[in-house]
């Protein structure tokens, strides 16, 4: 038993080691199979063996990058090792995705102060500022409600969090996400609105009291100014409605101002080297070691979904890469906030393979990330912002198309289902003539982009989910994210472990 035990781990070892991809294999060896005692039990002593060697690592965080996949519910995940997986040829339940592997792992109950089910808005508020927040409002604290201009106005009800924290610490700090620059999820990092939909001056109601707008916050606010890396999507809401971009398409703003060219003028004050791109090439061409400053606005709008995107359109890996190369040089670290944004807008819509893709995206921008930094000195941390409504229901055969119908019809209707469906959205199906369940398996449709998975309740848009999203941890620190917390609770542990923010930290306690 021993010898036989000390070779499979060697080959367990090498496995491991060499497929630190996207997707990684449980410790499944070419030796055993599924059937056989000995690969579950090796698996498992490998485990409990690498826990047991792994010490904590209590090391100053010079650099932190914090990812989220927007809307990215654990369901999501089970379901995103089997789309990928398969990909790469095996069953896929067995895998595990990039940060799957993370040593780490806790859950964060993401409800706001005002509702029971979290939107992008208070919950980004919560995981960057550590504070919990009113739905759809972005760091202000919750006397702040939806839409109270003069509350944000006043500024007493003001939250600050990561991207402050660490400029005042004088690390480099940058964002990336697949949305719009000044969406929720990227704005609660450094803007603070009474309404998320206030991304330009035209979003605003045209009566009453005027409110600072997103996407100026980001160019002239305190925090957004300096924010020295911002990669995204969003280009009409930084220009007038008067101008077209490079791209032809016209401006959201009508209060005429330029602020791309504010931005450049900004930089250029500060004797500072910067560089506006607005394309793949752009971005990917771009010396690293020239520029202190980069805004890449590659989108009019929210830049594609990767199973849509053309040339010009870089992925959120490149994006990633590019934006660590960048931050890498700042001598006391760096703070980077990631988000893939698009598996949130995919749920809404019930297109179950774009949001599965978009978290095999996500997935593969982690990885290399990974691969770019000393996780020594580097604390990465990934987790989502809330859940969504898609289920994952069975009994299919191991390796059935996670995308297609369940293999086992046990409907009391006897009319196939599929294994991802929803409780609400657009893909609602109407009974047919004779008042019996749509037949999914008559929709020769599964591997269109854009099928909608069924879902229970009508709905123009899918909601969010109530239950507590995952967290994974890498890094020094990467211990104290176990455990079931409150979803305001990260970034306090994460200034803890960057020694930054007004808080306990490493460094003072
Ligand atoms: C999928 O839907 C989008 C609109 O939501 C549309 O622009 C696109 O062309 C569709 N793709 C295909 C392949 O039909
Ligand atoms: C509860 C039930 O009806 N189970 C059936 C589901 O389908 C399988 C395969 O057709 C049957 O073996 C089960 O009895
Ligand atoms: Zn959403």
């Given at each position: 038993?021993?010898?036989?035990?000390?070779?499979?781990?060697?080959?367990?070892?090498?496995?491991?080691?060499?497929?630190?991809?996207?997707?990684?294999?449980?410790?499944?060896?070419?030796?055993?199979?599924?059937?056989?005692?000995?690969?579950?039990?090796?698996?498992?002593?490998?485990?409990?063996?690498?826990?047991?060697?792994?010490?904590?690592?209590?090391?100053?965080?010079?650099?932190?990058?914090?990812?989220?996949?927007?809307?990215?519910?654990?369901?999501?995940?089970?379901?995103?090792?089997?789309?990928?997986?398969?990909?790469?040829?095996?069953?896929?339940?067995?895998?595990?995705?990039?940060?799957?592997?993370?040593?780490?792992?806790?859950?964060?109950?993401?409800?706001?102060?005002?509702?029971?089910?979290?939107?992008?808005?208070?919950?980004?508020?919560?995981?960057?500022?550590?504070?919990?927040?009113?739905?759809?409002?972005?760091?202000?604290?919750?006397?702040?409600?939806?839409?109270?201009?003069?509350?944000?106005?006043?500024?007493?009800?003001?939250?600050?969090?990561?991207?402050?924290?660490?400029?005042?610490?004088?690390?480099?700090?940058?964002?990336?996400?697949?949305?719009?620059?000044?969406?929720?999820?990227?704005?609660?990092?450094?803007?603070?609105?009474?309404?998320?939909?206030?991304?330009?001056?035209?979003d605003m109601p045209k009566k009453g009291l005027r409110c600072e707008d997103i996407a100026t916050q980001l160019i002239r606010g305190r925090v957004g100014r300096k924010i020295d890396v911002i990669l995204g999507g969003g280009r009409k809401n930084f220009f007038p409605i008067t101008q077209k971009d490079p791209e032809g398409y016209q401006g959201h703003r009508s209060d005429g101002a330029d602020l791309i060219r504010e931005w450049k003028i900004k930089k250029e004050a500060l004797k500072q080297t910067y560089k506006y791109v607005y394309h793949k090439q752009g971005l990917l061409s771009l010396d690293e070691n020239v520029y202190d400053s980069v805004l890449g606005l590659f989108a009019h709008d929210h830049m594609p979904y990767h199973l849509e995107a053309g040339d010009d359109d870089p992925t959120l890996s490149e994006m990633t890469q590019k934006a660590i190369q960048l931050l890498k040089k700042k001598r006391n670290g760096f703070f980077l906030f990631?988000?893939?944004?698009?598996?949130?807008?995919?749920?809404?819509?019930?297109?179950?393979?774009?949001?599965?893709?978009?978290?095999?995206?996500?997935?593969?921008?982690?990885?290399?990330?990974?691969?770019?930094?000393?996780?020594?000195?580097?604390?990465?941390?990934?987790?989502?912002?809330?859940?969504?409504?898609?289920?994952?229901?069975?009994?299919?055969?191991?390796?059935?198309?996670?995308?297609?119908?369940?293999?086992?019809?046990?409907?009391?209707?006897?009319?196939?289902?599929?294994?991802?469906?929803?409780?609400?959205?657009?893909?609602?199906?109407?009974?047919?003539?004779?008042?019996?369940?749509?037949?999914?398996?008559?929709?020769?449709?599964?591997?269109?982009?854009?099928?909608?998975?069924?879902?229970?309740?009508?709905?123009?848009?899918?909601?969010?989910?109530?239950?507590?999203?995952?967290?994974?941890?890498?890094?020094?620190?990467?211990?104290?994210?176990?455990?079931?917390?409150?979803?305001?609770?990260?970034?306090?542990?994460?200034?803890?472990?960057?020694?930054?923010?007004?808080?306990?930290?490493?460094?003072?306690?």
């Amino acid at each position: 038993m021993a010898r036989f035990l000390t070779l499979s781990y060697l080959l367990l070892v090498t496995l491991i080691y060499v497929s630190t991809r996207t997707i990684q294999k449980n410790g499944d060896t070419p030796t055993f199979d599924e059937k056989n005692k000995d690969h579950w039990n090796l698996q498992a002593q490998w485990i409990l063996r690498t826990k047991l060697a792994s010490a904590l690592n209590t090391r100053v965080a010079k650099n932190v990058i914090l990812f989220l996949g927007d809307g990215m519910s654990i369901t999501t995940l089970a379901a995103t090792r089997v789309y990928l997986g398969q990909q790469y040829g095996h069953l896929g339940e067995e895998l595990k995705l990039s940060f799957e592997a993370f040593p780490y792992t806790g859950l964060a109950k993401t409800y706001c102060v005002d509702h029971n089910v979290a939107d992008s808005a208070c919950s980004g508020t919560a995981y960057l500022s550590g504070v919990k927040a009113n739905s759809g409002t972005v760091g202000l604290s919750a006397a702040v409600k939806r839409g109270d201009c003069k509350g944000q106005r006043d500024g007493l009800h003001s939250v600050t969090g990561l991207m402050d924290w660490a400029q005042k610490a004088g690390k480099g700090t940058g964002f990336v996400t697949t949305t719009r620059v000044t969406h929720a999820t990227p704005a609660a990092s450094y803007a603070h609105s009474a309404d998320r939909r206030w991304e330009a001056d035209s979003d605003m109601p045209k009566k009453g009291l005027r409110c600072e707008d997103i996407a100026t916050q980001l160019i002239r606010g305190r925090v957004g100014r300096k924010i020295d890396v911002i990669l995204g999507g969003g280009r009409k809401n930084f220009f007038p409605i008067t101008q077209k971009d490079p791209e032809g398409y016209q401006g959201h703003r009508s209060d005429g101002a330029d602020l791309i060219r504010e931005w450049k003028i900004k930089k250029e004050a500060l004797k500072q080297t910067y560089k506006y791109v607005y394309h793949k090439q752009g971005l990917l061409s771009l010396d690293e070691n020239v520029y202190d400053s980069v805004l890449g606005l590659f989108a009019h709008d929210h830049m594609p979904y990767h199973l849509e995107a053309g040339d010009d359109d870089p992925t959120l890996s490149e994006m990633t890469q590019k934006a660590i190369q960048l931050l890498k040089k700042k001598r006391n670290g760096f703070f980077l906030f990631v988000e893939g944004g698009r598996i949130d807008t995919a749920h809404h819509e019930t297109k179950a393979r774009k949001a599965l893709d978009e978290t095999a995206e996500f997935a593969k921008a982690v990885e290399a990330a990974l691969r770019m930094v000393d996780l020594s000195e580097t604390l990465v941390v990934v987790t989502s912002d809330h859940s969504h409504t898609m289920t994952y229901s069975g009994y299919s055969k191991r390796g059935t198309d996670i995308l297609g119908v369940v293999n086992k019809n046990n409907a009391t209707d006897h009319i196939p289902y599929t294994t991802l469906s929803y409780a609400n959205g657009p893909g609602y199906k109407v009974l047919d003539a004779h008042h019996k369940r749509y037949n999914v398996a008559k929709d020769d449709s599964f591997t269109h982009l854009n099928y909608t998975y069924p879902s229970l309740v009508p709905m123009p848009r899918e909601t969010h989910g109530g239950e507590d999203v995952a967290v994974f941890a890498k890094g020094p620190w990467a211990h104290l994210f176990t455990g079931n917390y409150e979803q305001n609770f990260l970034p306090h542990a994460i200034a803890y472990a960057a020694c930054m923010g007004p808080g306990l930290t490493s460094c003072n306690s």
